[in-house]
Protein backbone atom coordinates (compact mmCIF):
# COMPACT_ATOMS: atom_id res chain seq x y z
CA UNK A 1 0.00 0.00 0.00
CA UNK A 2 1.22 3.59 -0.88
CA UNK A 3 2.42 5.78 2.10
CA UNK A 4 0.07 8.35 3.18
CA UNK A 5 1.17 11.47 2.13
CA UNK A 6 1.65 14.12 5.20
CA UNK A 7 2.22 17.49 6.13
CA UNK A 8 3.85 19.47 8.05
CA UNK A 9 4.50 23.61 8.57
CA UNK A 10 7.67 23.23 6.33
CA UNK A 11 5.61 21.88 3.33
CA UNK A 12 2.69 23.88 3.75
CA UNK A 13 5.27 27.03 3.79
CA UNK A 14 7.21 26.11 0.91
CA UNK A 15 4.16 26.06 -1.39
CA UNK A 16 3.08 28.97 -0.48
CA UNK A 17 6.33 30.53 -1.29
CA UNK A 18 6.66 28.84 -4.38
CA UNK A 19 5.00 25.56 -5.77
CA UNK A 20 7.80 25.09 -8.16
CA UNK A 21 10.14 24.73 -5.09
CA UNK A 22 7.58 22.41 -3.59
CA UNK A 23 7.16 20.18 -6.76
CA UNK A 24 11.12 19.68 -6.34
CA UNK A 25 11.74 18.74 -2.84
CA UNK A 26 8.42 16.93 -1.77
CA UNK A 27 6.94 15.81 -5.75
CA UNK A 28 10.38 14.78 -7.14
CA UNK A 29 12.00 14.44 -3.97
CA UNK A 30 15.06 16.40 -5.20
CA UNK A 31 17.61 16.34 -2.41
CA UNK A 32 17.91 20.30 -1.33
CA UNK A 33 21.13 21.59 -1.48
CA UNK A 34 22.13 22.87 2.06
CA UNK A 35 22.17 26.98 1.47
CA UNK A 36 23.75 28.60 3.94
CA UNK A 37 20.88 30.63 5.69
CA UNK A 38 19.72 26.93 6.61
CA UNK A 39 22.74 25.31 7.63
CA UNK A 40 22.99 28.80 9.96
CA UNK A 41 19.48 28.07 11.30
CA UNK A 42 20.16 24.37 11.83
CA UNK A 43 23.68 24.45 13.96
CA UNK A 44 22.44 27.15 16.03
CA UNK A 45 18.77 25.36 16.68
CA UNK A 46 21.38 22.33 17.77
CA UNK A 47 23.58 24.15 20.05
CA UNK A 48 20.28 25.59 21.78
CA UNK A 49 18.84 22.50 22.11
CA UNK A 50 22.48 20.99 23.41
CA UNK A 51 22.51 23.99 25.68
CA UNK A 52 19.12 23.96 26.88
CA UNK A 53 19.25 19.95 27.94
CA UNK A 54 22.91 20.61 29.77
CA UNK A 55 21.24 23.18 32.11
CA UNK A 56 18.12 21.87 32.85
CA UNK A 57 19.57 18.08 32.86
CA UNK A 58 22.31 19.89 35.29
CA UNK A 59 19.80 22.39 37.13
CA UNK A 60 21.81 25.05 36.19
CA UNK A 61 20.84 28.50 34.58
CA UNK A 62 23.84 29.15 33.10
CA UNK A 63 27.28 27.34 32.18
CA UNK A 64 29.38 29.31 29.95
CA UNK A 65 32.22 27.01 30.19
CA UNK A 66 30.44 24.22 28.73
CA UNK A 67 28.79 26.55 26.12
CA UNK A 68 31.96 27.34 24.97
CA UNK A 69 33.32 23.71 24.46
CA UNK A 70 30.34 23.19 22.21
CA UNK A 71 31.40 26.05 19.67
CA UNK A 72 31.52 24.06 16.56
CA UNK A 73 35.38 23.88 15.00
CA UNK A 74 34.22 24.55 11.48
CA UNK A 75 30.95 26.57 10.68
CA UNK A 76 29.71 29.90 8.99
CA UNK A 77 31.19 32.78 10.28
CA UNK A 78 27.35 33.73 11.78
CA UNK A 79 28.17 30.74 13.73
CA UNK A 80 30.94 31.89 15.38
CA UNK A 81 29.37 35.63 16.39
CA UNK A 82 25.84 34.47 17.29
CA UNK A 83 26.26 31.35 19.58
CA UNK A 84 28.63 33.17 21.87
CA UNK A 85 26.60 36.31 21.85
CA UNK A 86 23.28 33.61 22.74
CA UNK A 87 25.22 31.65 25.32
CA UNK A 88 26.65 34.17 27.39
CA UNK A 89 23.70 36.09 27.50
CA UNK A 90 21.09 33.80 28.41
CA UNK A 91 19.98 32.40 31.57
CA UNK A 92 17.44 29.65 32.39
CA UNK A 93 14.50 30.81 33.72
CA UNK A 94 12.27 28.81 36.07
CA UNK A 95 9.94 26.29 34.42
CA UNK A 96 8.11 23.17 34.72
CA UNK A 97 7.56 20.15 32.49
CA UNK A 98 10.47 21.82 29.97
CA UNK A 99 10.01 19.90 26.38
CA UNK A 100 13.53 20.48 24.38
CA UNK A 101 12.89 20.41 19.99
CA UNK A 102 9.73 18.19 21.18
CA UNK A 103 8.28 16.45 18.54
CA UNK A 104 4.69 16.58 17.89
CA UNK A 105 2.47 14.16 15.36
CA UNK A 106 -1.51 14.16 15.09
CA UNK A 107 -3.64 11.82 12.41
CA UNK A 108 -6.28 13.14 9.98
CA UNK A 109 -8.35 13.51 12.52
CA UNK A 110 -5.87 16.16 14.29
CA UNK A 111 -5.89 13.69 17.42
CA UNK A 112 -2.04 13.17 19.15
CA UNK A 113 -0.24 10.37 17.83
CA UNK A 114 3.20 8.84 18.08
CA UNK A 115 5.27 11.16 15.48
CA UNK A 116 7.20 7.69 14.10
CA UNK A 117 3.58 6.22 14.16
CA UNK A 118 2.14 5.13 10.38
CA UNK A 119 -0.78 7.64 11.23
CA UNK A 120 1.26 10.83 11.54
CA UNK A 121 -0.32 13.14 8.78
CA UNK A 122 0.94 16.32 10.32
CA UNK A 123 4.03 16.63 12.00
CA UNK A 124 5.63 19.52 14.26
CA UNK A 125 8.96 19.97 16.32
CA UNK A 126 8.89 22.48 18.74
CA UNK A 127 11.89 24.23 19.66
CA UNK A 128 11.07 24.61 23.43
CA UNK A 129 8.40 24.90 25.64
CA UNK A 130 7.50 25.20 29.43
CA UNK A 131 5.10 25.72 32.02
CA UNK A 132 5.33 28.54 34.39
CA UNK A 133 2.37 28.41 37.00
CA UNK A 134 -1.14 28.93 34.67
CA UNK A 135 1.01 29.98 31.88
CA UNK A 136 2.58 27.97 28.87
CA UNK A 137 5.38 29.38 27.08
CA UNK A 138 6.13 28.37 23.33
CA UNK A 139 9.72 29.57 22.40
CA UNK A 140 11.22 29.60 18.69
CA UNK A 141 14.58 30.26 18.10
CA UNK A 142 14.98 32.33 14.83
CA UNK A 143 18.33 33.12 12.96
CA UNK A 144 16.20 35.95 10.95
CA UNK A 145 18.37 38.82 9.47
CA UNK A 146 14.95 41.24 9.86
CA UNK A 147 13.68 41.20 13.24
CA UNK A 148 9.71 42.43 12.99
CA UNK A 149 8.19 45.28 15.01
CA UNK A 150 5.53 43.44 16.34
CA UNK A 151 4.50 39.89 15.95
CA UNK A 152 1.83 38.40 13.22
CA UNK A 153 -0.24 35.87 14.91
CA UNK A 154 -0.25 34.27 11.72
CA UNK A 155 -0.72 30.40 10.81
CA UNK A 156 2.62 29.25 11.53
CA UNK A 157 2.28 30.62 15.37
CA UNK A 158 -1.28 29.06 16.17
CA UNK A 159 -0.08 25.60 14.77
CA UNK A 160 2.80 25.62 17.29
CA UNK A 161 0.00 26.72 20.15
CA UNK A 162 -2.06 24.80 19.04
CA UNK A 163 0.01 21.47 18.65
CA UNK A 164 1.47 22.40 22.39
CA UNK A 165 -1.74 22.70 23.77
CA UNK A 166 -3.50 19.85 22.03
CA UNK A 167 -0.42 17.15 23.01
CA UNK A 168 1.20 18.72 25.84
CA UNK A 169 -0.80 20.90 28.50
CA UNK A 170 -4.69 20.30 27.49
CA UNK A 171 -5.74 22.55 30.31
CA UNK A 172 -3.90 25.70 29.07
CA UNK A 173 -5.88 28.94 28.61
CA UNK A 174 -2.96 31.21 27.62
CA UNK A 175 -0.12 30.73 25.39
CA UNK A 176 2.92 33.33 25.23
CA UNK A 177 4.75 32.37 21.83
CA UNK A 178 8.14 33.99 22.54
CA UNK A 179 10.28 34.21 19.09
CA UNK A 180 13.68 34.97 20.16
CA UNK A 181 16.46 36.17 17.02
CA UNK A 182 19.78 34.71 18.02
CA UNK A 183 21.37 37.23 15.82
CA UNK A 184 20.72 39.97 18.07
CA UNK A 185 19.40 38.59 21.09
CA UNK A 186 15.48 40.22 21.10
CA UNK A 187 12.65 38.66 21.50
CA UNK A 188 9.27 39.07 20.12
CA UNK A 189 6.06 37.69 22.20
CA UNK A 190 2.37 37.24 21.55
CA UNK A 191 -0.45 36.01 23.47
CA UNK A 192 -2.38 33.11 21.99
CA UNK A 193 -6.07 32.99 23.42
CA UNK A 194 -8.01 29.81 22.76
CA UNK A 195 -10.21 31.68 20.17
CA UNK A 196 -7.09 31.87 18.19
CA UNK A 197 -6.42 28.09 18.12
CA UNK A 198 -9.76 27.03 17.97
CA UNK A 199 -9.57 27.18 13.74
CA UNK A 200 -6.26 25.77 13.33
CA UNK A 201 -7.42 22.03 12.24
CA UNK A 202 -9.96 23.68 9.77
CA UNK A 203 -7.20 26.05 8.16
CA UNK A 204 -4.88 23.27 8.00
CA UNK A 205 -8.08 20.90 6.07
CA UNK A 206 -7.78 23.83 3.72
CA UNK A 207 -4.42 24.54 3.00
CA UNK A 208 -3.83 20.89 2.34
CA UNK A 209 -7.09 20.03 -0.07
CA UNK A 210 -5.21 23.11 -2.22
CA UNK A 211 -1.95 21.85 -2.14
CA UNK A 212 -3.41 18.37 -3.14
CA UNK A 213 -5.80 19.84 -5.84
CA UNK A 214 -2.57 21.77 -7.15
CA UNK A 215 -2.00 21.70 -11.36
CA UNK A 216 0.10 24.57 -11.47
CA UNK A 217 3.56 24.25 -10.09
CA UNK A 218 4.73 28.07 -11.56
CA UNK A 219 8.62 29.39 -9.93
CA UNK A 220 7.64 32.19 -7.76
CA UNK A 221 11.23 34.75 -6.98
CA UNK A 222 11.02 35.85 -4.07
CA UNK A 223 12.41 36.11 -0.36
CA UNK A 224 12.33 32.71 -0.07
CA UNK A 225 14.64 31.94 -3.17
CA UNK A 226 17.89 32.18 -1.13
CA UNK A 227 16.35 29.25 1.67
CA UNK A 228 14.70 26.67 -1.09
CA UNK A 229 17.87 24.59 -2.07
CA UNK A 230 16.78 23.41 -5.49
CA UNK A 231 18.44 26.84 -7.31
CA UNK A 232 19.94 24.65 -9.15
CA UNK A 233 17.22 23.30 -10.96
CA UNK A 234 14.82 26.91 -11.26
CA UNK A 235 14.75 27.85 -15.03
CA UNK A 236 13.88 31.22 -13.86
CA UNK A 237 17.10 31.56 -11.65
CA UNK A 238 19.40 30.06 -14.39
CA UNK A 239 17.71 32.25 -17.56
CA UNK A 240 18.67 35.37 -14.90
CA UNK A 241 21.75 34.59 -13.60
CA UNK A 242 24.32 31.78 -14.47
CA UNK A 243 24.45 28.60 -16.01
CA UNK A 244 23.82 25.28 -13.30
CA UNK A 245 27.70 24.38 -14.07
CA UNK A 246 29.35 27.42 -12.65
CA UNK A 247 26.51 27.55 -9.91
CA UNK A 248 27.58 24.11 -8.62
CA UNK A 249 30.94 23.53 -10.16
CA UNK A 250 32.34 20.31 -10.31
CA UNK A 251 35.59 20.94 -12.34
CA UNK A 252 38.36 22.83 -12.00
CA UNK A 253 37.24 25.18 -15.16
CA UNK A 254 33.81 25.91 -13.96
CA UNK A 255 35.57 26.52 -10.78
CA UNK A 256 37.69 29.07 -12.28
CA UNK A 257 34.87 30.40 -14.01
CA UNK A 258 32.93 30.52 -10.82
CA UNK A 259 35.43 32.60 -8.77
CA UNK A 260 35.89 34.97 -11.80
CA UNK A 261 32.10 35.37 -11.39
CA UNK A 262 32.12 36.07 -7.73
CA UNK A 263 34.96 38.51 -8.52
CA UNK A 264 33.22 40.27 -10.51
CA UNK A 265 29.87 40.41 -8.36
CA UNK A 266 31.68 41.67 -5.40
CA UNK A 267 32.95 44.33 -7.17
CA UNK A 268 29.60 44.81 -8.68
CA UNK A 269 27.63 44.56 -5.64
CA UNK A 270 28.76 48.09 -4.44
CA UNK A 271 27.89 49.51 -7.83
CA UNK A 272 24.34 48.04 -7.97
CA UNK A 273 23.31 49.04 -4.07
CA UNK A 274 24.72 52.53 -4.96
CA UNK A 275 22.83 52.89 -8.39
CA UNK A 276 19.62 50.89 -6.97
CA UNK A 277 19.67 53.41 -4.07
CA UNK A 278 19.89 56.40 -6.24
CA UNK A 279 17.07 54.91 -8.41
CA UNK A 280 14.84 54.12 -4.85
CA UNK A 281 15.78 58.02 -3.79
CA UNK A 282 14.11 59.18 -6.95
CA UNK A 283 11.72 56.90 -7.81
CA UNK A 284 9.96 54.88 -4.53
CA UNK A 285 10.91 51.13 -3.28
CA UNK A 286 11.45 48.40 -6.49
CA UNK A 287 9.12 45.19 -5.14
CA UNK A 288 10.34 41.96 -6.01
CA UNK A 289 7.81 38.57 -5.20
CA UNK A 290 7.16 39.66 -1.85
CA UNK A 291 10.23 41.62 -0.55
CA UNK A 292 11.10 44.85 -1.35
CA UNK A 293 14.67 47.01 -1.79
CA UNK A 294 13.44 50.44 -0.09
CA UNK A 295 14.39 52.77 3.07
CA UNK A 296 14.33 51.12 6.17
CA UNK A 297 14.37 53.41 9.56
CA UNK A 298 16.29 51.25 12.08
CA UNK A 299 17.50 52.97 15.38
CA UNK A 300 21.22 52.57 16.74
CA UNK A 301 22.47 53.69 20.37
CA UNK A 302 25.41 54.67 21.34
CA UNK A 303 25.59 52.66 24.65
CA UNK A 304 28.53 53.62 27.54
CA UNK A 305 29.93 50.39 28.56
CA UNK A 306 30.33 52.42 32.51
CA UNK A 307 26.96 53.64 32.40
CA UNK A 308 25.65 50.26 31.69
CA UNK A 309 27.71 48.32 34.03
CA UNK A 310 27.34 50.69 36.95
CA UNK A 311 23.27 50.56 36.31
CA UNK A 312 23.45 46.74 35.64
CA UNK A 313 25.67 45.90 38.97
CA UNK A 314 24.40 48.75 40.76
CA UNK A 315 20.48 49.31 40.50
CA UNK A 316 19.81 46.42 38.87
CA UNK A 317 22.02 44.01 41.33
CA UNK A 318 23.20 41.54 38.22
CA UNK A 319 26.12 39.44 39.72
CA UNK A 320 29.39 41.22 38.09
CA UNK A 321 29.95 38.12 35.23
CA UNK A 322 27.20 38.49 34.92
CA UNK A 323 26.93 42.13 33.42
CA UNK A 324 30.42 41.93 32.07
CA UNK A 325 29.21 38.88 30.18
CA UNK A 326 26.53 41.54 28.39
CA UNK A 327 29.70 43.42 26.79
CA UNK A 328 30.66 42.01 23.75
CA UNK A 329 34.42 43.12 22.86
CA UNK A 330 35.27 42.52 19.97
CA UNK A 331 39.27 42.45 18.76
CA UNK A 332 38.03 45.18 15.69
CA UNK A 333 36.60 47.82 18.34
CA UNK A 334 39.32 47.50 21.10
CA UNK A 335 41.98 48.27 17.97
CA UNK A 336 39.88 51.26 16.85
CA UNK A 337 39.50 52.20 20.16
CA UNK A 338 42.99 52.38 21.26
CA UNK A 339 44.52 54.15 18.65
CA UNK A 340 41.96 57.06 18.35
CA UNK A 341 43.26 57.23 22.16
CA UNK A 342 46.82 56.77 20.65
CA UNK A 343 47.93 54.14 22.10
CA UNK A 344 48.25 51.86 19.81
CA UNK A 345 51.19 49.97 22.15
CA UNK A 346 48.81 48.79 24.22
CA UNK A 347 47.01 46.42 21.67
CA UNK A 348 49.17 43.32 21.65
CA UNK A 349 49.47 43.28 25.38
CA UNK A 350 45.92 43.81 25.27
CA UNK A 351 45.65 40.82 23.53
CA UNK A 352 48.35 38.69 25.46
CA UNK A 353 45.11 38.77 27.86
CA UNK A 354 42.73 36.75 25.87
CA UNK A 355 42.52 33.51 25.11
CA UNK A 356 43.37 33.12 21.35
CA UNK A 357 42.30 30.63 18.42
CA UNK A 358 42.58 30.49 14.33
CA UNK A 359 39.69 29.93 12.47
CA UNK A 360 39.43 29.71 9.30
CA UNK A 361 37.14 31.42 6.38
CA UNK A 362 37.30 30.38 2.53
CA UNK A 363 37.85 33.77 0.63
CA UNK A 364 39.56 35.88 -2.04
CA UNK A 365 43.57 36.35 -0.74
CA UNK A 366 46.63 37.92 -1.99
CA UNK A 367 48.42 34.93 -3.77
CA UNK A 368 51.92 34.41 -1.87
S1 LIG B 1 15.00 29.82 -6.73
FE1 LIG B 1 13.12 30.94 -6.11
S2 LIG B 1 11.75 30.76 -7.84
FE2 LIG B 1 13.31 29.22 -8.12
S3 LIG B 1 12.53 27.35 -7.20
FE3 LIG B 1 13.69 28.39 -5.60
S4 LIG B 1 12.16 29.64 -4.54
FE4 LIG B 1 11.27 29.06 -6.50
Given at each position: ?????S??F???ET???CP?A?K???????PRA?T???????M?H?LAA?????????KL?T?W??AE????????????EI???FFNSFI??P????GV?????????W???????D??FF????D?T?????LV????W????????????N???R????GV??A?????Q?????????????D?E????P?????VPD????R????E????FE?TPG????W?G??AH??V???????????Y??????A???????????T??T????N?????K?NGP????D?V??P????S?EL?????????L????????Q?W?????????????L??????DL???????A????????Q?????
Amino acid sequence: MAKQPSYSFSKLETDEKCPFAYKKIYIERIPRAETEPLVIGKMLHELAAQYLDRLIGAKLQTDWAWAEQLTPKEAPDDVFEIWPRFFNSFILPPMESPGVELKLAFDRRWKPTGYFSDDAFFRMVVDWTYRQGELVVVQDWKSNRVIPETVEINLQLRIYGWGVREATFPTAQEILLRLHFLRYGADREVILLPDELATVPDELDKRIAEIESRKNFEPTPGSFCGWCGVMAHCPVMAQAIVPVNILYPTTREDAVKAATLLLAIQTMDTELKNNLKRYVKENGPVPVGDVVYGPKVSISYELDPKEITDYLLNDAGLENDQAWGLLNLTKTNLERGLKKLRRKDLIPKVLELAPSKPTESIQFCKVK
